[in-house]
């Protein structure tokens, strides 16, 4: 079983929502920090957000004020909630184990489709 499995793309219109999970297995997923990485067609992985152990969150000024990272130790899940998606949201979305952009485990993505 791959460690982390994303679920919860679509495809919605300028200003709806979606919920993103990634699902982790494999490791003490309560012990490390999560972060939620985007890359649109053409362009470089973009960073954004990051929940911490202790449920410190930080996130991308792009993204601030209307995406909320979330875990659930319990369930060995971290969420990403997406309201008021913009068309510039549009992108494969993946999540990876630790607080940096590079370098951790990264799980294959859900597309995010946001069309106006």
């Known amino acids: 079983q791959a460690p982390l499995v994303e679920s919860g793309g679509g495809s919605v219109q300028v200003g709806g929502s979606l919920r993103l999970s990634c699902a982790a ?18 362009k470089g992985i973009e960073w954004v957000s990051t929940i911490d152990t202790a449920g410190g969150t930080y996130y991308a ?48 993505g859900t597309q995010v489709t946001v069309s106006s």
Do not use: E, H
């Open 25 to 42: 297995s494999g490791f003490t997923f309560s012990k490390y920090a999560m972060t939620w990485v985007r890359q649109a067609p053409g």
């Open 61 to 108: 000024d792009s993204v601030k004020g209307r995406f909320i990272i979330s875990r659930d130790n319990a369930k060995n899940t971290l969420y990403l909630q997406l309201n008021s998606l913009k068309t510039d949201d549009t992108a494969m979305y993946s999540c990876v184990v630790g607080p940096k952009t590079y370098g951790g485990t990264r799980g294959q």
